[in-house]
């Protein structure tokens, strides 16, 4: 992520029409809160790309050609893994799902407003996982029930404010804690789990444990 609030968000653009990647391009280069680090048309270039450049969030479509956002989220490098926000005109359900457990940080349709999108961005650039409610539900209704762990207090508290949305400072403030102590409890649930991202913590507590919180 950047390295300070102050500095701006890091973007790629991955997207195979040149016309909508264009249009974001001039959208968010007129917005000093980001700067666009990279862009391509095609998954090849931009995995290459990527892992030189590491931008703090990569936004994609899902639809790229021949290929699609869940080939980049299988084959993306594992040494710093950005954010990745899809922004798409739609996709199938059972995509969808297979995004959030690949640990994508949210997903957004192509026709919300330019201020809406911004903002989605700079909410998974600050470690915020964004998806729509109706997947959500989606993954209510088809999961089933594992053996369950239990949480302390202190966790389910930060699970909380997770499926709230809340960044690592806001759940932190919200506990009179730091965000540093925040961070370390994300990494025992984390390990806990058995996860890697907080789209996949999202999808786990979704499945097995929303009734505890």
């Known amino acids: 992520m950047a390295d ?3 500095d701006p968000i890091r973007l790629y653009l991955l997207d195979d029409h040149t016309l909508f990647r ?10 000093t809160r980001f700067v666009v680090v990279g862009q391509s048309g095609t998954l090849a270039q931009a995995l290459g790309e990527i892992e ?10 899902h639809d790229l050609g021949e290929h699609t956002a869940l080939d980049f989220m299988r ?5 710093r893994k950005s ?3 899809v922004v798409t005109a739609g996709l199938p359900e059972r995509d969808a799902l297979e995004l959030i457990r690949l640990g994508v940080s949210g997903i957004c349709r192509k026709e919300v407003s330019p201020d809406e999108l911004k903002n989605s961005i700079h909410a998974v650039a600050l470690g915020r996982v964004l998806i729509e409610q109706r997947y959500l539900q989606a993954i209510v209704a088809t999961s089933s029930q594992p053996d369950r762990v239990s949480f302390t207090e202190r966790e389910r508290a930060v699970l ?8 690592n400072k806001l759940i932190a403030r919200q506990l009179g804690s730091s965000e540093s102590a925040v961070k370390a409890i994300f990494q025992q649930l ?10 996949q913590l999202v999808l786990v507590v979704i ?3 929303r009734d505890l919180l």
Not at 75 to 79: C, D, G, I, L, T
């Open 22 to 31: 264009e249009g974001l391009l001039r959208l968010l280069t007129a917005d």
């Open 4 to 6: 300070s609030i102050f």
């Open 52 to 61: 030189t450049l590491r931008p703090d969030v990569v936004i994609l479509d």
């Open 83 to 85: 954010a990745v926000l």
């Open 207 to 209: 499945q097995s444990y």
């Open 75 to 79: 084959e993306r490098p594992s040494a």
């Open 160 to 167: 909380r404010g997770l499926l709230q949305g809340l960044s």
């Open 190 to 199: 984390f390990n806990k789990l058995d996860v890697r991202s907080r789209s």
